[in-house]
């Protein structure tokens, strides 16, 4: 019988299949429940720095008393911050008692130095690794995109010096060098990143000609493309893990992702559609391993890698060249 198991952030994992950073796995019930339809590991939702600071403004608004006491500001702000942070560390407690799988924590943040002592609480707490979900909105013009890489990079390399438990980071795709940054992020002791992340998107509705959130936060099964391209491109040239994120709805995909180098998967919008998704992610891959002679997933992973391959540079294609029919 085929062995599913990997090692993903030197953690043991029983199978790829990583529950995503979701609704799925912000209490205990959903975390459970993620752990029985068969997850391999769990990422926490979030805890973010800018809902704890809108959320802290907003009770300030509401207590004024503490408004007109400049010296109890500060205080109230504290006070309030920890009781999110202490929440958070309730919910990793928690999970690393009711469950057997790895329990990753995951933290959006943009100041390191202000959040090393947090992040710190997180590895107390029991979290078994740490991703850090980042993403410097680039907006502003003035800011030339290698100052936005380098930042990604610093922060990313603060944070890991920070603690002692693997740490991993969740980008998106839109930097000026991916490739740099991987390679940055990797020297520096980063021990994975998952690409990509995949974002809240604004949308407008017309007839209220009112900003909106897009109608389907959820990805399609059509859009691991880019997250394959980059895994392919990458693994073989870094030491960290990558896992791969993104309109996983299938073992198939996962197969692929696996081929590309991928130490492991995250699957999120398909779980929330329905977490049979990950035996049937399962027992496909045990098929497929079983049907290609593979009794491990180390003998097939990374096959596909750029480096790998006579003609690797198919994976830096990026024209259509020929006629699309016909071809
Ligand atoms: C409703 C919702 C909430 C999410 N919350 C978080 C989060 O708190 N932190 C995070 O890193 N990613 C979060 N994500 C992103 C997912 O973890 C995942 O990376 C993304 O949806 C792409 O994977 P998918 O195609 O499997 O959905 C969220 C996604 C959705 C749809």
Not at 20 to 47: F, M, N, Q, Y
Not at 122 to 135: I, V
Not at 177 to 189: C, K
């Amino acid at each position: 019988m085929a062995d599913l198991s990997v090692k993903y952030l030197s953690l043991e994992l029983k199978n790829p299949c990583i529950i995503a950073s979701s609704p799925l796995t912000a209490d205990i019930d959903g975390l459970v429940r993620c752990e029985k339809a068969g997850a391999g590991a769990v990422v926490l939702k979030s805890i973010f720095e800018e809902q704890i600071t809108s959320q802290v403004e907003k009770e300030l608004d509401e207590n004024e008393q503490y408004l007109t006491h400049a010296d109890a500001v500060p205080y109230f702000e504290q006070i309030s911050k920890d009781y999110y942070i202490n929440r958070y560390l309730d919910l990793v407690r928690k999970a690393k008692k009711e469950l057997s799988v790895p329990v990753i924590a995951s933290v959006n943040c943009t100041d390191a130095d202000a959040w090393t002592e947090y992040i710190r609480s997180f590895e107390a707490a029991g979290a078994d690794a740490l991703e850090l979900n980042y993403y410097p909105m680039s907006a502003d013009w003035r800011t030339e995109g290698s100052r936005v890489d380098r930042l990604a990079a610093d922060f990313a390399a603060r944070v890991r010096s920070a603690c002692s438990i693997p740490v991993s980071v969740k980008i998106g795709c839109e930097y000026s060098s991916l490739a740099w940054i991987i390679r940055q992020m990797d020297h520096s002791g980063v021990d994975g990143l998952v690409l990509f992340n995949r974002f809240y998107r604004p949308d407008i509705d017309i007839e209220n000609m009112t900003l909106t959130k897009a109608a389907n936060p959820l990805s399609s099964a059509d859009e691991y493309a880019e997250s394959l391209r980059w895994i392919a491109l990458m693994s073989a040239e870094v030491r960290l893990d990558l896992a791969a994120a993104t309109g996983i709805h299938s073992g198939e995909t996962v197969i692929k992702m696996l081929l590309a180098g991928a130490s492991a998967v995250q699957i999120c919008s398909a779980a929330i559609k329905d977490l049979g998704v990950i035996s049937e992610v399962n027992s496909t891959l045990e098929d497929w391993m079983n049907r290609h002679g593979f009794s491990t997933v180390s003998e097939f992973r990374g096959k596909l890698a750029q480096e790998n391959m006579s003609d690797g540079s198919r994976w830096e294609r990026v024209q259509y060249i020929k006629k699309l029919m016909g071809e």
